[in-house]
Protein backbone atom coordinates (compact mmCIF):
# COMPACT_ATOMS: atom_id res chain seq x y z
CA UNK A 1 0.00 0.00 0.00
CA UNK A 2 1.41 4.10 -1.02
CA UNK A 3 -1.19 5.39 1.13
CA UNK A 4 -1.62 5.98 4.97
CA UNK A 5 -5.22 7.61 6.04
CA UNK A 6 -5.52 8.91 9.29
CA UNK A 7 -8.78 9.42 11.31
CA UNK A 8 -8.92 10.72 14.81
CA UNK A 9 -12.11 9.73 16.67
CA UNK A 10 -14.08 10.63 19.89
CA UNK A 11 -16.27 7.41 18.74
CA UNK A 12 -19.02 9.69 17.34
CA UNK A 13 -21.55 8.19 15.11
CA UNK A 14 -20.56 9.68 11.96
CA UNK A 15 -17.26 7.32 11.94
CA UNK A 16 -19.75 4.77 10.74
CA UNK A 17 -20.08 5.94 7.43
CA UNK A 18 -16.03 7.17 7.56
CA UNK A 19 -14.59 3.52 7.61
CA UNK A 20 -17.33 2.71 5.26
CA UNK A 21 -16.34 4.57 2.53
CA UNK A 22 -12.10 3.06 3.33
CA UNK A 23 -14.55 -0.17 3.09
CA UNK A 24 -15.57 0.24 -0.55
CA UNK A 25 -11.90 1.87 -1.65
CA UNK A 26 -11.32 0.90 -5.37
CA UNK A 27 -7.16 0.83 -4.03
CA UNK A 28 -6.45 -0.48 -1.14
CA UNK A 29 -5.06 1.94 1.79
CA UNK A 30 -4.06 1.73 5.20
CA UNK A 31 -6.35 3.22 7.67
CA UNK A 32 -5.28 4.36 10.99
CA UNK A 33 -8.17 5.34 13.34
CA UNK A 34 -6.77 7.15 16.18
CA UNK A 35 -9.24 7.39 19.72
CA UNK A 36 -8.23 10.80 21.20
CA UNK A 37 -8.95 10.05 24.70
CA UNK A 38 -10.89 7.64 27.31
CA UNK A 39 -13.99 9.18 27.82
CA UNK A 40 -16.43 11.45 25.83
CA UNK A 41 -17.95 14.52 27.54
CA UNK A 42 -20.64 12.52 28.54
CA UNK A 43 -18.55 10.08 30.11
CA UNK A 44 -18.81 7.16 27.57
CA UNK A 45 -15.78 5.00 26.93
CA UNK A 46 -14.60 6.20 23.67
CA UNK A 47 -13.05 3.08 22.93
CA UNK A 48 -16.31 1.06 23.62
CA UNK A 49 -18.38 3.51 21.42
CA UNK A 50 -15.19 2.94 18.29
CA UNK A 51 -15.24 -0.83 18.89
CA UNK A 52 -18.83 -0.84 18.27
CA UNK A 53 -18.66 1.32 15.28
CA UNK A 54 -16.84 -0.88 13.52
CA UNK A 55 -18.18 -4.25 14.58
CA UNK A 56 -21.07 -2.68 12.63
CA UNK A 57 -18.43 -1.83 9.94
CA UNK A 58 -16.91 -5.37 9.61
CA UNK A 59 -20.24 -7.04 9.39
CA UNK A 60 -21.10 -4.54 6.19
CA UNK A 61 -18.14 -5.30 4.76
CA UNK A 62 -18.33 -9.25 4.94
CA UNK A 63 -22.35 -8.76 4.10
CA UNK A 64 -20.74 -7.02 0.84
CA UNK A 65 -17.64 -8.47 0.19
CA UNK A 66 -15.14 -6.58 1.42
CA UNK A 67 -11.70 -6.49 3.18
CA UNK A 68 -11.61 -3.63 5.65
CA UNK A 69 -8.83 -4.17 7.97
CA UNK A 70 -7.93 -0.60 10.20
CA UNK A 71 -5.23 -0.44 12.96
CA UNK A 72 -6.38 0.95 15.46
CA UNK A 73 -4.78 2.92 18.77
CA UNK A 74 -6.28 4.48 21.73
CA UNK A 75 -4.43 8.10 22.96
CA UNK A 76 -4.63 8.18 27.20
CA UNK A 77 -6.23 11.62 27.25
CA UNK A 78 -8.22 13.69 25.09
CA UNK A 79 -5.66 15.84 22.45
CA UNK A 80 -9.07 17.69 20.49
CA UNK A 81 -9.97 20.03 22.87
CA UNK A 82 -9.61 24.21 22.25
CA UNK A 83 -10.91 23.57 18.98
CA UNK A 84 -7.68 21.60 17.81
CA UNK A 85 -10.14 19.29 16.21
CA UNK A 86 -7.40 16.26 15.62
CA UNK A 87 -4.76 18.46 14.44
CA UNK A 88 -2.11 17.17 17.01
CA UNK A 89 -3.03 13.65 15.98
CA UNK A 90 -2.82 14.33 12.01
CA UNK A 91 0.94 16.32 12.48
CA UNK A 92 2.11 13.31 15.03
CA UNK A 93 0.80 10.52 12.95
CA UNK A 94 2.80 11.83 9.89
CA UNK A 95 5.88 10.48 11.73
CA UNK A 96 4.80 6.83 12.64
CA UNK A 97 3.32 6.26 9.25
CA UNK A 98 5.41 4.36 6.99
CA UNK A 99 3.94 4.72 3.60
CA UNK A 100 4.96 6.82 0.69
CA UNK A 101 1.67 8.64 1.15
CA UNK A 102 -0.14 10.45 3.58
CA UNK A 103 -4.42 11.31 4.15
CA UNK A 104 -6.43 12.90 6.64
CA UNK A 105 -10.11 11.83 6.85
CA UNK A 106 -11.84 13.73 9.38
CA UNK A 107 -14.65 11.01 11.27
CA UNK A 108 -17.48 13.02 10.22
CA UNK A 109 -16.54 13.09 6.18
CA UNK A 110 -16.04 10.14 3.84
CA UNK A 111 -14.43 9.58 0.39
CA UNK A 112 -15.69 8.52 -3.04
CA UNK A 113 -14.82 4.90 -3.54
CA UNK A 114 -12.44 6.16 -6.18
CA UNK A 115 -10.74 8.17 -4.03
CA UNK A 116 -7.45 6.77 -3.27
CA UNK A 117 -6.70 5.07 -6.94
CA UNK A 118 -7.40 8.86 -8.20
CA UNK A 119 -5.47 11.07 -5.73
CA UNK A 120 -2.45 8.37 -6.13
CA UNK A 121 -2.28 8.68 -9.86
CA UNK A 122 -2.31 12.23 -9.25
CA UNK A 123 0.72 12.20 -7.65
CA UNK A 124 2.30 9.99 -9.05
CA UNK A 125 3.95 13.27 -10.60
CA UNK A 126 7.57 13.15 -9.01
CA UNK A 127 7.16 17.28 -8.77
CA UNK A 128 4.68 17.33 -6.82
CA UNK A 129 4.19 17.77 -3.03
CA UNK A 130 0.89 17.20 -3.14
CA UNK A 131 -3.17 16.97 -4.75
CA UNK A 132 -6.44 18.00 -3.45
CA UNK A 133 -9.28 17.53 -5.05
CA UNK A 134 -13.04 18.85 -4.53
CA UNK A 135 -15.95 18.12 -1.88
CA UNK A 136 -19.04 17.00 -2.86
CA UNK A 137 -21.68 18.39 0.04
CA UNK A 138 -24.29 17.23 2.23
CA UNK A 139 -26.65 17.83 4.90
CA UNK A 140 -25.21 16.28 8.62
CA UNK A 141 -27.00 12.90 7.60
CA UNK A 142 -24.73 12.48 4.45
CA UNK A 143 -27.48 11.04 2.49
CA UNK A 144 -29.16 14.24 1.77
CA UNK A 145 -26.73 16.45 -0.57
CA UNK A 146 -26.87 20.30 -1.37
CA UNK A 147 -24.20 21.04 -3.39
CA UNK A 148 -20.78 20.59 -5.45
CA UNK A 149 -18.04 22.97 -3.83
CA UNK A 150 -17.27 24.39 -6.37
CA UNK A 151 -15.67 27.11 -4.47
CA UNK A 152 -14.79 27.07 -0.97
CA UNK A 153 -12.62 23.65 -1.74
CA UNK A 154 -10.21 25.74 -4.14
CA UNK A 155 -8.05 27.25 -1.90
CA UNK A 156 -10.36 30.65 -1.07
CA UNK A 157 -12.73 30.15 2.10
CA UNK A 158 -16.13 32.14 2.45
CA UNK A 159 -14.16 34.33 4.80
CA UNK A 160 -11.12 35.07 1.89
CA UNK A 161 -8.60 33.52 3.35
CA UNK A 162 -6.81 30.35 1.59
CA UNK A 163 -8.02 27.00 2.90
CA UNK A 164 -8.16 23.59 1.66
CA UNK A 165 -9.81 21.66 3.55
CA UNK A 166 -7.78 18.39 4.70
CA UNK A 167 -9.87 16.03 4.18
CA UNK A 168 -9.93 16.99 0.32
CA UNK A 169 -5.45 16.68 0.58
CA UNK A 170 -3.17 13.36 -0.76
CA UNK A 171 0.30 14.39 0.42
CA UNK A 172 3.78 13.19 0.06
CA UNK A 173 4.43 12.15 3.51
CA UNK A 174 7.47 13.46 3.98
CA UNK A 175 5.94 17.02 2.74
CA UNK A 176 3.88 16.79 5.89
CA UNK A 177 6.56 15.84 8.41
CA UNK A 178 8.23 18.78 7.27
CA UNK A 179 5.46 21.19 7.91
CA UNK A 180 3.56 19.49 10.23
CA UNK A 181 4.27 22.25 13.01
CA UNK A 182 2.02 24.75 10.93
CA UNK A 183 -0.83 21.80 11.86
CA UNK A 184 -0.88 22.30 15.89
CA UNK A 185 -0.83 26.29 15.41
CA UNK A 186 -4.22 27.09 17.80
CA UNK A 187 -7.70 26.87 16.10
CA UNK A 188 -6.22 27.21 12.69
CA UNK A 189 -4.47 24.63 11.88
CA UNK A 190 -5.75 23.67 8.33
CA UNK A 191 -5.31 26.86 7.37
CA UNK A 192 -1.89 27.36 8.72
CA UNK A 193 -0.80 24.48 6.78
CA UNK A 194 -2.50 25.32 3.57
CA UNK A 195 -1.08 28.63 3.75
CA UNK A 196 2.67 26.80 4.56
CA UNK A 197 2.51 24.13 1.44
CA UNK A 198 0.01 26.80 -0.87
CA UNK A 199 3.45 27.93 -3.32
CA UNK A 200 5.01 23.78 -2.71
CA UNK A 201 4.10 22.17 -6.69
CA UNK A 202 0.60 20.53 -6.40
CA UNK A 203 -2.44 20.28 -8.31
CA UNK A 204 -5.99 20.91 -7.67
CA UNK A 205 -7.50 17.97 -9.17
CA UNK A 206 -11.06 20.46 -10.48
CA UNK A 207 -12.90 17.72 -12.46
CA UNK A 208 -13.03 15.59 -9.24
CA UNK A 209 -15.38 15.54 -6.41
CA UNK A 210 -14.28 13.00 -4.33
CA UNK A 211 -14.38 14.03 -0.58
CA UNK A 212 -18.21 13.76 0.86
CA UNK A 213 -18.68 16.64 3.12
CA UNK A 214 -21.15 17.27 5.97
CA UNK A 215 -21.99 21.17 6.19
CA UNK A 216 -22.79 22.68 9.43
CA UNK A 217 -26.57 23.36 9.73
CA UNK A 218 -26.07 27.09 9.45
CA UNK A 219 -24.27 26.69 5.98
CA UNK A 220 -27.06 25.16 4.51
CA UNK A 221 -28.07 27.85 2.27
CA UNK A 222 -24.74 29.35 2.01
CA UNK A 223 -23.33 26.00 0.39
CA UNK A 224 -26.54 25.79 -1.60
CA UNK A 225 -25.97 29.10 -3.23
CA UNK A 226 -23.26 27.05 -5.24
CA UNK A 227 -25.93 25.37 -7.40
Not at 42 to 56: A, N, V
Request: net charge neutral; hydrophobic share 40%.
Amino acid sequence: MKTTIITPTTGAPELRQACISMARQMQPAQHLIVIDGRKTADHYSMYELTMGILDSVYAYAGAHGLTYKPVVMQLPWNTGRGRMNGHRIYAAAAQLVETPYFAMLDQDNAFMPSWVQRMEMALHDPVLAFVTCRRRVYKQDLQTFIAMDTQESIGRSKHGYLLYDTSTWLMRTETMRKFMPAMIVPQIGDRALTEAVYELPHQHIADYYGTLYRAPENLYDFFGGFK
